[in-house]
């Protein structure tokens, strides 16, 4: 199993982007999904997560501004930043819970990091 994200980059304050993140594989299901990021000298830390029935959950920090959603049919998930401030600037990841075909067992996976660079 892969995930592959992207869509990170340099923006100015104020300004959007959207990260995408594609499951690949050997997939029976996918439970949660979710957004990390790693800020400079900081602690990865949850950005927002997402079921598989679509329920959601963001960082208090992050309410308002950032909205997460899922392809369910792609194996993909989505988070579109809006407004985004010069704390947004991180490393983000995306995580998926994987059900394998075999057993059935769930691991976590973890797409590459895709920089979003924020200036003021």
């Known amino acids: 199993v892969q995930l592959q994200a992207s869509g990170g980059g340099l923006v100015q304050a104020g300004g959007t982007l959207r990260l995408s993140c594609a499951a690949s594989g050997s997939i029976s299901s996918i439970n949660d999904m979710g957004w990390y990021r790693r800020a400079p000298g900081s602690q990865r830390e949850l950005v927002a997560v997402?079921?598989?029935?679509?329920?959601?959950n963001y960082a208090d920090s992050v309410k308002g501004r950032f909205a997460i959603s899922r392809d369910n049919a792609k194996n993909t998930v989505y988070l579109q930043m809006n407004n985004l401030k010069p704390g947004d600037t991180a490393v983000y990841y995306c995580k998926a819970e994987v059900v394998r075909p075999v057993g059935l067992y769930q691991f976590d996976y973890w797409g590459h990091g895709t920089l979003v660079t924020v200036s003021s």
């Open positions: 997402i079921t598989s029935g679509g329920d959601t």
